[in-house]
């Protein structure tokens, strides 16, 4: 429920450079090694079959995590425009997510207060001032306050003011709006504050959502993440998109509570290439990929930023939200061309390449086959994170 507040100058920028980062983000892309000085030791580490499976953990998951706390809803850029609104569908939950005149989101319940019809249907962005309910015509504005009733003089002491759209606790953060789908009190302990403002210099929520996508995946969505915290299978089962750009090795990872961040040199990275050029985009050397509490992904590009919401529905049920942030919207030929290029690229790489890894590796768990999984150095971040979740689930 807090104004969003624009990263001054990031919408005029159309690459980001080191001096762009935070101090933080900056402080470790300054210990990634040249990729031929960097080593991970082994590990040894395993996870049960059940946690992928079990009826049981994620009945847990969604009781201590999930309902428990703030979970993403979208991204606050799909609203850049004082007085529109979107409904989304979340976490099996009808949702508006609107920015109102003064420029504040909220999120409601897409319900009307007479017998809960959804107020919007579709889900594009509306820039309206009002909703009226499909079924008998009630209006409502935006912040979700009833403002009229058809053939009110039919209703003997209704009180308008009692009837306001429903309201969930929410918040941006990092560009990402949060919400407390059980309405209590959220806890916002989860969140880490360097990771927000690490999203925030990365353009996040003065950006631009070039491109969204839902893919509704049969898997577990710890199965769907897992790729998107290890880099040991980016040179194989990607080998035939961009594998080649990425090294084994060289990544920097930083924890903060249950939240990590990635960084790492691309392909031939060497520490002195960071100083050759102040104004050169800082993507072109490095990648950075956050897991942001409970179920976020942010992984960066060299023109633009993919954020994914992973919403977990069944044991091997997920919905992705896929959000595709560039800095601004496509002006020139050339920029047309890159952004529809790299659309089309990326959905091909998450959509055809992670999102299918994870089909078809829960197949097999399904089958019950691993009856542990074990986890190599090069995918010690899922174990991190793992053990964060595990904390709270005790
Ligand atoms: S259900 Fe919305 S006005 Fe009747
Ligand atoms: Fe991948």
């Given at each position: 429920m807090n104004v969003a507040s624009k990263v001054p100058g990031a919408t005029e920028r159309k690459i980001t450079r080191l001096s762009d980062l935070t101090e933080s983000q900056q402080g470790a892309i300054r210990r990634i090694p040249a990729e031929k000085d960097a080593y991970t030791d082994p590990i040894a580490a395993s996870r049960q079959n059940e946690i992928f499976t079990g009826q049981a953990r994620f009945d847990a998951e969604q009781e201590k995590i999930f309902n428990r706390f703030p979970v993403p809803i979208t991204m606050a850029a799909l609203l850049p425009e004082n007085g529109s609104v979107v409904a989304v569908e979340a976490y099996g939950k009808p949702l508006l997510v609107s920015r109102t005149r003064d420029g504040e989101i909220k999120v409601l319940?897409?319900?009307?207060?007479?017998?809960?019809?959804?107020?919007?249907?579709?889900?594009e962005v509306h820039k309206q001032g009002r909703l009226t309910c499909p079924y008998h015509a009630w209006t409502y504005g935006i912040d979700g306050k009833l403002i009229g009733v058809a053939r009110s003089d039919m209703f003997d002491n209704l009180d308008k003011s009692q009837r306001s759209l429903v309201e969930l606790p929410s918040k941006v953060w990092g560009g990402v709006v949060y919400a407390q789908l059980d309405g209590s009190e959220p806890d916002w302990s989860n969140l880490s504050d360097q990771v927000a403002e690490d999203l925030d210099a990365l353009g996040l929520e003065s950006g631009h959502v070039y491109g969204r996508q839902t893919f509704d995946l049969k898997a577990n969505w710890k199965v769907v993440l897992e790729p998107f915290l290890e880099?040991?299978?980016?040179?194989?089962?990607?080998a035939a998109s961009?594998?080649?750009?990425?090294?084994d090795a060289p990544t920097i990872v930083d924890t903060f509570g249950p939240n990590i961040r990635q960084v790492s040199g691309r392909i031939g990275y060497e520490p002195e290439m960071l100083d050759a050029d102040e104004n050169a985009n800082i993507h072109k050397l490095v990648t950075h990929a956050y897991t942001a509490f409970p179920n976020v992904v942010v992984v960066t590009s060299q023109y633009y930023t993919s954020v994914m919401l992973l919403m977990p529905y069944a044991t091997d049920r997920t919905i992705v939200h896929y959000y595709m942030i560039t800095p601004g919207p496509a002006t020139t030929p050339k920029a047309k061309d890159v952004f529809s290029r790299s659309y089309e690229m990326i959905i091909g790489v998450f959509g055809g390449e992670d999102f299918r890894a994870a089909e078809i590796s829960q197949a097999g768990l399904g089958a019950g086959v691993p009856k542990e999984t074990v986890y190599c150095g090069l995918e010690e971040n899922i174990v991190r994170y793992y053990d964060e979740i595990e904390k709270l689930l005790d």
């Amino acid at each position: 429920m807090n104004v969003a507040s624009k990263v001054p100058g990031a919408t005029e920028r159309k690459i980001t450079r080191l001096s762009d980062l935070t101090e933080s983000q900056q402080g470790a892309i300054r210990r990634i090694p040249a990729e031929k000085d960097a080593y991970t030791d082994p590990i040894a580490a395993s996870r049960q079959n059940e946690i992928f499976t079990g009826q049981a953990r994620f009945d847990a998951e969604q009781e201590k995590i999930f309902n428990r706390f703030p979970v993403p809803i979208t991204m606050a850029a799909l609203l850049p425009e004082n007085g529109s609104v979107v409904a989304v569908e979340a976490y099996g939950k009808p949702l508006l997510v609107s920015r109102t005149r003064d420029g504040e989101i909220k999120v409601l319940i897409n319900a009307c207060q007479h017998k809960g019809s959804k107020l919007v249907e579709d889900c594009e962005v509306h820039k309206q001032g009002r909703l009226t309910c499909p079924y008998h015509a009630w209006t409502y504005g935006i912040d979700g306050k009833l403002i009229g009733v058809a053939r009110s003089d039919m209703f003997d002491n209704l009180d308008k003011s009692q009837r306001s759209l429903v309201e969930l606790p929410s918040k941006v953060w990092g560009g990402v709006v949060y919400a407390q789908l059980d309405g209590s009190e959220p806890d916002w302990s989860n969140l880490s504050d360097q990771v927000a403002e690490d999203l925030d210099a990365l353009g996040l929520e003065s950006g631009h959502v070039y491109g969204r996508q839902t893919f509704d995946l049969k898997a577990n969505w710890k199965v769907v993440l897992e790729p998107f915290l290890e880099g040991y299978h980016v040179q194989r089962l990607h080998a035939a998109s961009i594998g080649d750009l990425f090294a084994d090795a060289p990544t920097i990872v930083d924890t903060f509570g249950p939240n990590i961040r990635q960084v790492s040199g691309r392909i031939g990275y060497e520490p002195e290439m960071l100083d050759a050029d102040e104004n050169a985009n800082i993507h072109k050397l490095v990648t950075h990929a956050y897991t942001a509490f409970p179920n976020v992904v942010v992984v960066t590009s060299q023109y633009y930023t993919s954020v994914m919401l992973l919403m977990p529905y069944a044991t091997d049920r997920t919905i992705v939200h896929y959000y595709m942030i560039t800095p601004g919207p496509a002006t020139t030929p050339k920029a047309k061309d890159v952004f529809s290029r790299s659309y089309e690229m990326i959905i091909g790489v998450f959509g055809g390449e992670d999102f299918r890894a994870a089909e078809i590796s829960q197949a097999g768990l399904g089958a019950g086959v691993p009856k542990e999984t074990v986890y190599c150095g090069l995918e010690e971040n899922i174990v991190r994170y793992y053990d964060e979740i595990e904390k709270l689930l005790d």
